[in-house]
């Protein structure tokens, strides 16, 4: 925390989509002294945090960890399975699809970025189609960002599987899942996922300094033909140091505690039950917009996230003006609009560790600046919100 010649009462209200509130008991389990990562004591948390970890993706398939923010796994995603030149398919929902053709692009494959409004997710007929055409089987991969933090959009990852599915065209399936994980359900194995991408700071409730891969034994294959340069995040060296719980290199030791307790807390509330909660505060944020007469960014109900919604501020209006007074005024911040989105939008993050009262007070924050920014607006967001949570 910066200093500043006002010291500001209460708790900083973090209400971005990721990093997301920690937990004291994740906050409280990092206090620990660092430990020898090639001792039996860090074999043992390894061990068990790779096993653990599995039941999150639902899968049975292993889970690499780096020590990097969730891009590292998206460039490792690629590294690991590509050759130069090859074909991929990717759509551009909003700010991270195009991060992630970008890395693409710069490992040279040639992708193909189906352009997007940012306001509706990859669409299966397309894959479809696309796959259709293909008939030599050029396009090794498809891409999706199941949960698009940039504009709250929701892709629908299983009917892309069956699209892929439907052709039996042989290309990898990839996801990202860094906002989605933990928050509402996502299945590595039943949905025949070749890599998901994860990251420790938003549904997980973690700090940021932690990637995943889950890895299809199909991807394992790819890896093997693969010619792209990989080096830190090669998953050969991973995958053979893991065997034992270890690591190629110092692995980030007190963030694996952090990430141990956290998946504890996810375990024992039930994945289940979070992803309800996830649903629950969803759902009485999506009310609070509509009776504020405002527009969620994502067109289609059907793809509205469950971890984040990003709603548009009337033409003439500037959503990071809002967002200043609110964290002037009400010591709050919340998520600014990427990219093509800059200005148009401000995000609510509803994931990871929250409750009714936690979202209560984000939705107030919003209600409180909506009126003090001159945006025009209807009251009763908050109170509409608060009806269907005390139902
Ligand atoms: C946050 C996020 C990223 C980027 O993660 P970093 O840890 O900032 O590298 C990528 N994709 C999605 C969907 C995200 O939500």
Redesign the pocket.
Known sequence: MTKSNTYKAGRHFLSVP?PTNIPDRVLQAMAFPAMDHRGPDFQNLSNNILKKIKLIFKSEDPVVIFPS???GA?EASLANTLNEGDKILMFETGH?ATEWCQAARRYKLNVDFVPGDWRTGADPKIVEKKLREDKNHEIKAVLV?H???STGIKSQVEEVRKAIDSTNHPALFMV?T??SLGSYNYEHQKWKVDVTVG?S??GLMSP?GLSFNAISPKALEAYKKSNLTKSYFDWGQMLENNKGGFYPYTPAVNLMYALNEAVDMLLEEGLENVFKRHKRHADATRIAVEAWGLEILAKNPIERSDSITAIMVPDGYDSDSLRKIIYDNYNMSLGTGLNKVKGKVFRIGHMGDLNDLTLAGTLSGVEMGLKQSGIPFKKGGVMAALDFLSK
């Open positions: 990721g923010a969730g891009t998206m991270f960002t949960n698009e933090t990202d860094i906002s990251g700071q938003k940021p």
